[in-house]
């Protein structure tokens, strides 16, 4: 089955968090060594909000469902890297008049 995009306008919110995992060994004298953990130990993570009716927000929670929280979907990031995420906590909240906000976090995932 090929790997769906999530293709949807989404509004930025809160700022990205990216962090490198690593590795520390420390020594007599002050000395340490850190080394980075694993090939990809760069993890990035994105909250997004998309704002429109009802249908859209069944149809985009319809995506995230597909997904489960485990399988990756492909998002372009707001720099422009197209890479492989995943959604475990989509909220859509009504706002009234049949319109809905959807905030969710994307976080990076790898394909083995």
């Known amino acids: 089955m090929a790997i769906e995009t999530f293709a949807w306008a989404t509004q930025n919110g809160d ?3 990216f ?3 690593t590795r520390e060994s420390r020594f ?3 000395y340490k060594q850190v080394v980075g953990d694993g090939p990809n130990n760069k ?3 994105y909250p997004i909000t998309h704002t429109g009716n009802k249908a859209r927000a069944l149809e985009i929670m319809a995506f995230f ?3 489960a929280g485990a399988k990756a979907f492909l998002w372009t990031t707001p720099l ?3 890479g492989l995420f995943t959604c475990k906590n989509p909220v859509p909240t009504p706002m009234g008049g049949g319109v ?3 905030t969710a ?3 990076r995932a790898f394909h083995p």
């Open 19 to 21: 962090e490198y995992r």
């Open 65 to 67: 469902d597909r997904h």
């Open 100 to 102: 809905f906000k959807l």
């Open 43 to 45: 993890e990035d993570s």
């Open 28 to 30: 007599g004298g002050g």
């Open 80 to 82: 422009g890297d197209l």
């Open 105 to 107: 976090t994307f976080e």
């Open 15 to 17: 700022s990205p968090t």
